[in-house]
């Protein structure tokens, strides 16, 4: 395998991770990393890398093969912007920008330009929402009728001293609930509309901690998703599937999905059909465990952004596909602010 050599920019909390995945790799250099924080700089030292506090001088002087974008939400496109005038693939972090249009000023550079961006939607690559596709879409379950899922743990006090962490857009619905967005279209397919209420009961903050959000699908299947960042559950993806970076893993499960021919539990991968002659509901149902290739989510990604550097393969989650994301994402925000139903088409218009 060639050797690839990666720069970030932005070392924060997920930047470094990315550092850390980057140095692990056998097919990849950390050739530099650009951060506008002091802190960064030392840990840039420690890790002997070279550093930059101005991306573009990162970008001019390592021309490096592909970057990982790790800015706060609001530089993405300035940041994305800046590799693809120079010809760089990237993996631009979610949400690929803070508004549509945002979104939509760089998935039109990366088409114009014709280099691709990967967007950060981490879970795409994990064992279990792949698999959980594929058995869909192998027509296990019949055909799909309806989803459930769950997003539901406890952030600690000191998360909201961030004061963005407490004001309008950065709330659990643009924070978390965008990766639930993003599996539910990859699995299910894309969304037509959306209702939500949300509530600040708990912490009464400006922005919400918890909310209840229905989904139509353009394929006719309804969902329903439950979020709260105020409740002590295991219901996360991030706890029942263990694939996450920094939770610990209590198995079980955050999706439900349902069709007339059985019913898929995910993470856990319980499959749920009859067998035998009755096909309704006071006959049995028989449960088989789906197994998983034991693969490791975040280090898959980097594998694909690898391929995608190389030119082997289209990203599985190009910048077209981000902005959809946060499209729908953000009509669940407006469908809860302004209590009514809201289409993507209206999002993207
Ligand atoms: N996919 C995931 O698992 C995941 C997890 C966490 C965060 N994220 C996303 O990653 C991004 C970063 O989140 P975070 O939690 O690491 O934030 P963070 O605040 O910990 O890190 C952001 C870093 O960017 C640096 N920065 C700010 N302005 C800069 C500039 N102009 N040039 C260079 N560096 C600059 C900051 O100094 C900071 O070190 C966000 O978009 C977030 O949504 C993704």
Redesign the pocket.
Do not use: C, F
């Given at each position: 395998m060639a050797m690839l050599r990666l720069a970030v920019?932005?070392?924060?909390?997920?930047?470094r991770e990315h550092c850390t995945l980057i140095r692990e790799h056998p097919g990849a250099e950390l050739v530099g990393l650009?951060?506008?924080?002091e802190d960064?700089a030392s840990y840039a030292q420690g890790i002997r890398v070279p550093y930059y506090a101005d991306?573009q001088q990162l970008l001019d002087d390592t021309k490096p093969d592909g970057v990982i974008v790790?800015?706060?939400?609001q530089?993405?496109v300035a940041?994305g912007g800046a590799c693809l005038s120079r010809g760089i693939p990237c993996l631009v972090?979610?949400?690929i920008a803070d508004t549509v249009p945002a979104a939509r000023e760089l998935v039109e550079a990366a088409e114009t330009a014709g280099v691709p961006i990967l967007v950060?939607h981490?879970r795409r690559h994990s064992p279990d929402i792949r698999e959980a596709r594929r058995i869909i879409e192998a027509g296990a379950l019949g055909n799909l009728v309806a989803v459930n899922g769950m997003w539901m743990l406890d952030k600690p006090d000191n998360y909201f001293e961030a004061e963005w962490r407490r004001s309008p857009g950065g709330g659990p619905l643009l924070?978390n609930l965008i990766h639930e967005i993003d599996c539910l279209r990859f699995i299910v397919g894309e969304i037509d509309s959306v209702r939500a209420f949300t509530s600040n009961a708990v912490r009464g903050f400006g922005v919400e901690d918890t909310a209840t959000i229905a989904l139509r699908f353009e394929n006719g299947v309804l969902g329903s998703f439950l979020m709260s960042d105020a409740v002590a559950s295991p219901y996360s993806w991030e706890v029942t599937s263990g694939q996450a970076?920094y939770f610990p893993h209590q198995p079980g499960d955050c999706y439900f999905f349902g069709g007339r021919d059985g019913a898929l539990a995910v993470p856990s991968m319980n499959l749920w059909r009859h067998d035998g002659a009755g096909k309704n509901w006071q006959d049995p149902l028989l449960r088989q465990h789906m197994p998983l290739d034991g693969s490791r989510t975040y280090r898959n990604q980097l594998d694909h952004f690898l391929a995608v550097v190389s030119g082997d393969v289209i990203p599985v989650v190009t910048a077209r596909d981000g902005m959809m994301t946060l499209a729908a994402t953000l009509a669940v925000e407006t469908a809860a602010r302004e209590d009514r139903t809201v289409t993507l088409a209206e999002m993207l218009s």
């Open positions: 920019i932005g070392a924060g909390l997920i930047g650009a951060d506008v924080s960064a991306y790790a800015v706060p939400n530089l993405h940041a972090e979610k949400p950060g981490h924070i970076l």
